[in-house]
Every structure is written in structure tokens, then in C-alpha cells.
């Protein structure tokens, strides 16, 4: 009995702090960003509306925090990049130059029910001009386990999908589209 607690604590331990995964680019997206005809851009700065939205995320006893010691602001840059560079969209010397400010980052998990929700400010600006300006928001409910390690899995997987979900919601917008092509 005692050594299962044990063992059951130290895992507890080792799940409390849990980088998110970078992700891979997403085929759906890629697809919108060639079929639009969007053109390529170049990566601007993605901050934090404030230390708290970009620092780290607390589920049950876990603690999701951004990789390689990012912030989740710089994540969602990080997305962004991954899928321009997988569609051949990422040009560093475009005069089109895409940025964001993280305005919301939030998971919540219960014994029942998690949901959690991303908000960015997303801006392009042409040759240092600004062109567009638009607020984005996804969010995301799930079923939660009982077993808190199925638990806080499934909401880091649920968060990290939030990001992905984002990105190509500001890339497959019509009036993103436009604002990039004029």
C-alpha cells in the first residue's frame, strides 16, 4: 500500500509542471493559405496583454507552461510560423509583417467538465504601415476524468489544440485575406 502511494506521488510530482507540445503544421491550413492565394509575410512581434495571460496555465494540480521557455504569447508566433512555413507563406523580408498581442489564455477543469479559451489581437502592417487590426477568439469544452492524470492530459491536449484552432481561424478569414492581398 505504501509503495503504490509513493509511486502515485512521485507521478503526481513529475505531472505537475508539463511544457505544451510545439505543433505540427496542420494540412487544413495549408491548404486555406494556398487556396486563398495568400501572399507571403513576414513575422512580427506577439507579446502578452499582461505577465498573466503568458506565463502558465494551472490544471487541477498540473501547471502547463509555454516550450523552451516561451511564453504562450511567442507560442502562438510560433504556430503561426510553423503553418506560413509549411504553406511556403513565410517570406522575413516581406513587406507584409504579421503580429498579435495574446489577450486571453485560460483552461479550467473540474471533476466533470474543462473548457478553456485564446484570444489575440491580430495585426498586419505593410512596409511598417498598419493594415488590418482584428480581435480572434476560439474556446473549447471537453469531458474530464475522474483519475486526474487522464484529467490534466486531456486538458493540455484540449489547450494546445486551442492554438492551432486560432491561427487557422485568422489565416482562413476573408477579411485577413483581403487586407494581406491589397
Same mark, same amino acid.
Given at each position: 500500500?505504501? #509503495? ?19 505543433? =505540427? ?14 501572399? =507571403? ?24 507552461? =509555454?516550450? /523552451? $521557455?516561451?511564453?504562450? #504569447?511567442?507560442?502562438?508566433?510560433? &504556430?503561426?510560423?510553423?503553418?506560413? /512555413? ?13 503580429? $498579435? ?21 491580430? &495585426? ?7 493594415? *488590418? ?6 474556446? &473549447? ?32 478569414? =476573408?477579411? *485577413? ?6
Amino acid at each position: 500500500m505504501r #509503495a503504490g502511494l509513493t509511486a502515485l506521488a512521485v507521478f503526481a510530482l513529475t505531472a505537475c509542471a508539463m511544457p505544451v507540445a510545439d505543433l =505540427p503544421p496542420s494540412l487544413e491550413t495549408v491548404r486555406v493559405l494556398r487556396n486563398q492565394d495568400v501572399p =507571403p509575410m513576414a513575422l512580427g512581434p506577439f507579446t502578452a496583454a499582461s505577465k498573466e495571460v503568458g506565463r502558465s496555465i494551472a490544471i487541477r494540480l498540473g501547471v502547463l507552461k =509555454p516550450p /523552451k $521557455g516561451r511564453n504562450f #504569447a511567442e507560442f502562438l508566433g510560433a &504556430t503561426f510560423e510553423t503553418e506560413l /512555413k509549411a504553406a511556403g507563406k513565410l517570406d522575413p523580408a516581406s513587406p507584409l509583417q504579421l503580429g $498579435g498581442v495574446l489577450t486571453e489564455s485560460r483552461a479550467s477543469e473540474d471533476i466533470k467538465k474543462g473548457g478553456g479559451s485564446l484570444g489575440a489581437r491580430i &495585426t498586419l502592417s505593410r512596409g511598417g504601415r498598419p493594415v *488590418f487590426a482584428k480581435d480572434y477568439h476560439v474556446e &473549447t469544452k471537453w469531458h474530464s476524468d475522474f483519475i486526474g492524470a487522464i484529467a490534466i492530459e486531456e486538458a493540455y491536449q484540449q489547450y494546445n489544440a486551442l492554438y492551432a484552432a486560432l491561427v487557422r481561424q485568422v489565416l482562413s478569414d =476573408p477579411e *485577413f485575406v483581403t487586407a494581406a492581398k491589397q
